[in-house]
């Protein structure tokens, strides 16, 4: 049972947290993620694909404006105003290699995050729920680059860019893991993770006919559940 499980340390000033989508940090990392900036820890997100692929109505050349929009939107809410995206990795069909972790490395050195969140890089939510393939990749790229972004002789471009190594990532930690260690208390922040969620308003219009307040509440309340939000936590 997650409450059974030690809390998650709160003892960092810098989070960067990393996402293959916009809203994919909406499912419930929020919560946690309010609960940090309304302590003083300065939180920035990373978004690996501007989610153009993600509404079936609506082209990607059009899409990835709205998308992009509804998150700064979105992490605004949650008192997140640094929302960097990276460019050159396609929504639904992100790479799992050596460029991906670079471009994850470099916004690490240039950020200097004391903590990483990314979503799950494991195959399953559980049971019978498949991860998808853009999830995995950018999961397992973070954790990698985490490390590499503290070693000066893996990337060495980035130093030629200016980036000198930032070895200070302390943890990385995992949302919506098979595999949870850790857990944060969000009593008093479900809340204003569901009015972030609901700013992205197109995105779950054209998912379900539902009012979208409806849908946010639906969703956070369950990837919520006992007013605690899971990791999976790597590093001490």
């Not at 947290?17 to 909406?26: M, S």
């Not at 605690?228 to 001490?236: S, T």
């Amino acid at each position: 049972m997650t409450t059974d499980l030690p809390p998650l340390p709160d003892d960092v000033t810098r989070v960067l947290a990393v996402a293959a989508h916009p809203d994919d940090l909406e499912y419930g990392t929020a919560a946690a993620i309010a609960r940090w900036t309304a302590a003083g820890t300065e939180v920035s997100y990373l978004l690996v694909t501007r989610g153009e692929a993600g509404i079936h109505d609506l082209p990607p050349e059009k899409a990835a404006g709205v998308r992009e929009d509804e998150e700064r939107r979105s992490a605004a809410v949650v008192g997140v105003h640094e929302v960097r995206f990276l460019d050159g990795h396609r929504d639904g069909v992100v790479v799992e290699g050596p460029a991906l972790r670079r471009d994850i490395a470099r916004e690490i050195r240039r950020l200097r995050p004391e903590m990483v969140v990314v979503g799950s890089h494991h195959e399953t939510f559980g049971p019978g729920m498949w991860n998808s393939a853009d999830h995995r990749a950018v999961g397992r790229a973070t954790i990698d680059a985490a490390g590499d972004a503290g070693n000066r002789w893996i990337f060495p471009e980035l130093v030629e860019e200016g980036f000198e190594p930032w070895p200070g990532v302390r943890r990385v930690a995992v949302s919506a893991s098979t595999q949870p260690t850790h857990v944060v208390d969000v009593a008093g922040y479900r809340e204003v993770a569901i009015a972030s969620l609901a700013e992205h308003a197109t995105y779950l219009a054209a998912l379900d006919p539902r009012p979208v307040a409806e849908q946010a509440r639906e969703v956070v309340e369950m990837t919520t559940a006992g007013e605690r939000v899971a990791f999976e936590v790597f590093g001490g």
